[in-house]
């Protein structure tokens, strides 16, 4: 049975085409068949993300004593607004994981995918820290 998602064969050459590049549909679905993107694997690591500046964000927020908690009680929303920019800038995981499916090897995509997510959480978690200190620095203030 085949795929309905994949056109059939006659349709993923281009007769069209000046050179003997592969169609836009047949590199599609040879992505669809082995180099898929690892939406689990980006999918786990967006809960490992999110825990970890979740953790900072706390951690921050201890720091501050009772008028941080208060703060962030009276402002919630500014913290749910952090939370989804990060969120935005997690999907930019895949963007890279399309380059990759094109450029590396399954192999060294494994290696690749786990230090993108390291390295991205780790920035993440320093632009935690300092929007934190920002947000967090008008208690001082007041």
Not at 6 to 20: C, H, R, V, W, Y
Not at 119 to 138: D, H, P
Request: net charge neutral; glycine share 8%; proline share 2%.
């Amino acid at each position: 049975m085949e795929d309905p998602y994949i056109p059939p064969k006659s349709q993923l050459t281009d007769a069209n085409s000046f050179s003997g590049k592969q169609s836009f549909w047949k590199k599609m679905s040879e992505a669809s068949r082995g180099k898929a993107i690892q939406w689990g694997f980006w999918e786990r690591g967006r809960i490992l993300h999110g825990l970890v500046l979740l953790l900072v964000s706390i951690v921050c927020l201890v720091k501050e004593g009772s008028e941080g908690w208060h703060y962030f009680s009276q402002n919630i929303t500014e913290f749910l607004g952090l939370v989804a920019v990060a969120n935005f800038f997690y999907t930019f995981a895949y963007v890279v994981e399309l380059l990759e499916m094109y450029l590396v090897s399954q192999k060294a995509m494994r290696w690749i995918r786990f230090g993108f997510l390291i390295t991205g959480t780790f920035l993440a978690s320093a632009l935690t820290v300092f929007a934190m200190e920002m947000i967090l620095s008008s208690v001082d203030d007041m």
